[in-house]
């Protein structure tokens, strides 16, 4: 009978030791790259599911036709802050999914800042306009081994573009979309 309630006590404590709640991790720092650019970014926990990703990188671009003499190539610097809620950590982890690095789907809403400090080009001459944005995104974060990862986001917002400060009557706003799909490494 002792056996019996011991067995049963040691069951009862596995189970109670398994309903943690998940949570992103305090602290991840890495960079990616995609198609259009690298970044290096930092995710700090602010709650259990929760997390503040702040970014600052090289966005970049591409242009060419036949209005143009060629192909041109530009990276310009951005700056993103960026709150990202994981919405299935739990679910992950019941069905024993790793969650390490921020691994799962996310809601945020991406804010970035195109200041116009500098422009890395193939050709002469070529400056950007600033502009700011805010986009909600819909994203997934998955696991390659124990330092790599991919991130996959899509979504649409606005974006407020400063064109008085190249010479236009007015500043402007458009509709505006992010779609990224970017690998990194995660230290």
């Known amino acids: 009978m002792k056996r019996i309630l011991f067995t049963i006590a040691l069951c009862g404590m596995t189970l109670i030791a398994k309903s943690q709640t998940a949570s992103v991790e ?62 299935n950590l739990n679910k992950r982890v019941k069905k024993s999914r790793r969650i390490d690095g921020n691994s799962g789907n996310f809601i945020s809403l991406k804010t970035s800042y195109h200041p116009d400090w500098f422009v890395i080009s193939n050709t002469d001459n070529v400056s950007v306009i600033s502009d700011i944005s805010i986009v909600p995104t819909w994203g997934i974060r998955r696991n390659i081994g124990k330092h790599f990862t991919y991130e996959t986001g899509i979504g649409i917002g606005y974006r407020y573009i400063f064109a008085k400060q190249a010479g236009f009557s007015e500043n402007e706003g458009e509709a505006t979309a992010n779609l990224h799909l970017r690998i990194g490494y995660r230290f």
């Open 26 to 87: 305090k602290s991840t720092y890495g960079i990616q790259t995609g198609f259009l650019g690298i970044w290096a970014h930092n995710e700090s926990k602010l709650t259990n599911s929760i997390a503040l990703r702040t970014e600052i990188g090289f966005d970049s671009g591409i242009w060419g036709g036949d209005f143009y003499d060629g192909t041109g190539f530009l990276m310009t610097p951005v700056i993103t802050l960026e709150p990202r809620l994981y919405y």
